[in-house]
């Protein structure tokens, strides 16, 4: 039995995908997670923000919400959504994380519905936030569990741009040219993007699953690093610090 979950090495990973004096915007679950994490293991002046309007908090429990007072403890500055997402818009933000039903080749993701839209088969809540801040925000980071019907050759609805279909097309669109997807993290492997081609690729898979399993459980072709790694284990450091002091109350490890 392993002494890790699947949702402890996604948060692990990624918290060390966040460096100490970078600036994040988070959601609530394993995204803040994450953050927490980082802050607490090797990053202490990484700069929280929520789209609530916290700034610089300094969370002491697993908030349930981006608008739980939580997320305003110990915070640099109490603002507004307004606030928060025109610092996305100055380019101030360096970091995102996201999520969605499905995910393509190129990073575009999909929490709208799957089908047609205007007679969809399953509707979903929408952009929020998501949106702008895949748009604005230099690094979009993506925590999900992995299997076929999520990552698919075309999302049937854009909701977060990714790179579009490819290589400048996010720049012809209008979007910054510093920004785009960053990083994949799922129950498998972590997946970053071709620079060539801007297309989705295998950088390490985790110990315990081989790449058919990756392959198998991916609606598209995978690119491969020239070395694929193995994904380093959590620490029992970042361990404790997760289960004693990010949530002890298993909201969010317990998903696992």
Not at 69 to 78: G, I, N, Y
Not at 191 to 212: N, P, V, W
């Given at each position: ?9 996604m948060i692990a990973v990624g918290a060390r995908s966040l ?213 380093p284990a959590p620490t029992d450091e970042e361990l404790e ?16």
């Amino acid at each position: 039995m392993s002494r890790y979950s699947a949702m402890e090495l996604m948060i692990a990973v990624g918290a060390r995908s966040l460096p100490d004096h970078a600036t994040v915007v988070v959601g609530t679950g394993a995204p803040c997670a994450a953050a927490m994490l980082a802050q607490k293991a090797h990053a202490p002046h990484l700069v929280v923000f929520f789209e609530a309007g916290a700034i610089g908090s300094q969370i002491p429990q697993m908030p349930i919400s981006v608008g739980d007072s939580r997320t305003f403890h110990r915070a640099l500055m109490a603002t507004s959504m307004n606030t928060v997402m025109d610092t996305c818009s100055r380019g101030q933000i360096g970091y995102t994380f996201l999520g969605g039903a499905q995910i393509d080749p190129y990073g575009n993701l999909n929490s709208t519905c799957i089908g047609d839209w205007a007679r969809p088969k399953v509707r979903f809540p929408g952009s929020g936030g998501a949106n702008d801040l895949a748009s604005l925000c230099r690094r979009t980071l993506v925590i999900t569990p992995q299997d076929s019907r999520r990552f698919v050759e075309k999302v049937d609805f854009i909701t977060s741009p990714g790179y579009l279909t490819g290589k400048g097309a996010r720049e012809a669109a209008g979007l910054p040219a510093d920004t785009g997807p960053y990083r994949v993290i799922t129950d498998l492997a972590v997946m970053g993007y071709d620079e060539a081609t801007c297309r989705m690729k295998l950088l390490s898979i985790h110990e315990g699953r081989s790449r058919q399993d990756v392959i198998d459980n991916t609606g598209f072709e995978l690119l491969f690093a020239d070395t694929v790694e193995t994904t380093p284990a959590p620490t029992d450091e970042e361990l404790e610090i997760l289960r004693m002091q990010v949530d002890p109350g298993r909201y969010i490890l317990g998903r696992a």
